[in-house]
């Protein structure tokens, strides 16, 4: 595996998917490793850096000329700044969920590229939010990086309000089998079980949090 880890090599890979990719923007560019890699692969011809910090984006400068490429960096919140670009595709890599979630709703040039989400928490209000105004979650895909699960979203706007259920929230609505969904599946059941806790003390129905444990459960035992 690349210095870059298995979390951004998977950003890479979903991004390789994109056609005719003109413009990449990396939003929170975390020293522009994902945008240099984005440029050295071929994956898109023209890469940004943006973050709503200098000193990220002059670390960024840095480690482009070391690497021997050329991409623009801009001081933004999110996609405030990059509304005039045609960007094809973008990645939100690194945040919470409900902070991307945010910079999406807020954003035109958003609803008109290819996105890579990784929220690092919230992920159930960052799946609500996408569904609930028109987003395509297209799939998504769980890694284990440094012993922590991760998911990632291929996400695309097409206006159309999505359906989903409240295990699809926190789970997603693939469900497939695999050493590293059985990861995320052990997290997503320990912070329930908490909650649950929380429940029962205010005398609340736990029958929501009772089906998403069950759920959780029955996709860690199969490996």
Request: charged share 25%; glycine share 8%; proline share 2%.
């Amino acid at each position: 595996m690349s210095a870059l880890g298995f979390r951004l090599e998977e950003a890479l890979s979903i991004l390789s998917k994109t056609e005719n990719n003109k413009i990449f923007a990396d939003i929170g560019s975390d020293h522009a490793f994902l945008a240099i890699e984005v440029l050295k692969r071929g994956i898109a011809e023209k890469a940004i850096a943006a973050d709503i910090n200098i000193l990220p984006l002059e670390k960024g400068r840095q480690n482009a000329k070391v690497n021997g490429v050329e991409m623009d960096f801009i001081l933004s919140d999110g996609f405030d700044n990059l509304e005039e670009i045609n960007l094809t595709s973008a990645a939100v890599c690194g945040m919470g969920g409900e902070l991307i979630a945010k910079m999406l709703l807020r954003s035109k040039v958003a609803k008109n590229c290819d996105l890579v989400l990784q929220p690092m928490s919230a992920q159930e209000d960052l799946r609500k939010a996408l569904w609930d105004n028109g987003f395509n979650v297209i799939s998504e895909s769980f890694v284990i990086d440094c012993g922590k699960p991760y998911t990632l979203m291929r996400v695309r706007f097409d206006g159309i309000k999505r359906d989903y259920t409240y295990n699809q929230m926190f789970l997603g609505k693939e469900m497939k089998d695999s050493p590293e969904f059985s990861e995320y599946c052990k997290k997503i059941k320990a912070a329930a079980e908490k909650r649950r806790l929380g429940l029962i003390a205010t005398g609340q129905s736990t029958d929501h949090i009772d089906g998403l444990i069950d759920c959780c459960y029955s996709h860690i035992i199969s490996f």
